[in-house]
């Protein structure tokens, strides 16, 4: 079985007096803390999150 290609995206601003959709995306992407990196499969649904949130966060591959 192959092995999902990943992708890790930073927070790199608040997500304080945003959107309540926007916060939530945030909170879904697992993303709280400005500089915290996760690492999430690269699917449209995860790219779709970015776009909702591309203001806040950076991809970094």
Known sequence: ????????????????????????????LGLSKINQVVEKPDNDAIRGMIKTVAHLVEVVE
């Not at 997500?15 to 995306?25: C, D, E, M, Y």
């Open 1 to 28: 079985m192959a092995k999902a290609k990943m992708i890790k995206i930073k927070l790199i601003k608040s997500g304080a007096s945003r959107l309540p959709q926007q916060v939530k995306t945030l909170k879904a």
